[in-house]
């Protein structure tokens, strides 16, 4: 066993050309390659659907705001135990959201976790799939829908909280350990520039 994974391990110059432009895009605009892609590499048909399906659902237009994205990702990976993906997407949540405590508030407890009415119904719905997907029903989409979220948005929270069920399990089968660099990133409030309003000081968003 590595210090990363219970299995083979490829590094950036040991995958496919197609995969290693792609990877090698995410490591130059982060600083580092997410363990996540070493941990699959040995395998790069299956990373190369992970990214494709990952990227259609964390990066489309409409729908959840990236910052809900990666709520639902903190709430469901808490839920299930997910160290890797805890830390990695709880500091991509850290920065899309600006808040550096909100990611460790939902990961330690995800059902009592203080949020906004829209927060707590995108954090419940997922809940309820990613825990009890046998007893889910109309019920919790009801109040999804009450809450506001439309049939889109509650689209989005199903099929996230689907994927990174996949992904939370890979994890568990490889003893998939984090990279160190996740762990400091986004930990700052930082002030909003009145030039970039949509930007802030903090870390680079790697993709997980």
């Excluded at 494709?52 to 299930?80: C, F, I, P, Q, W």
């Excluded at 600006?98 to 009592?112: G, H, M, T, Y």
């Excluded at 009415?117 to 997907?133: C, N």
Aim: glycine residues 6%; aromatic residues 6%.
């Amino acid at each position: 066993m590595s210090q990363v994974s219970r299995f083979p391990v490829v590094e950036l110059d040991g995958l496919p050309a197609d995969l290693r432009d792609r990877v090698g895009a995410i490591a130059e605009k982060s600083g580092f390659v997410p363990n996540i892609f070493r941990a699959l590499g040995h395998r790069p048909a299956e990373l190369r659907a992970f990214l494709d399906y990952h990227d259609a659902l964390m990066d489309r237009e409409g729908g959840l705001s990236k910052a809900e994205r990666e709520l639902v990702v903190v709430a469901t990976s808490g839920a299930n135990h997910c160290t890797y993906c805890v830390v990695a997407h709880g500091a991509i949540l850290r920065i899309r959201a600006k808040d550096p405590e909100l990611a460790d508030r939902v990961s330690a407890n995800p059902w009592q976790a203080e949020l906004d009415e829209r927060g707590r119904a995108i954090v419940d719905l997922a809940l309820a799939l990613a825990q009890s997907s046998y007893q889910f029903g109309e019920t919790h989409l009801a109040a999804a829908r009450e809450a506001g979220l439309t049939e889109d948005e509650i689209w989005d929270v199903g099929a996230i909280t689907a994927l990174f069920a996949m992904s939370n399990r890979l994890a568990h089968l490889t003893a998939l350990q984090p990279n160190a660099e996740f762990y400091e990133m986004g930990r700052q409030r930082q002030p909003v520039s009145p030039h970039h309003p949509q930007r802030t000081r903090s870390a680079r968003r790697p993709r997980t």
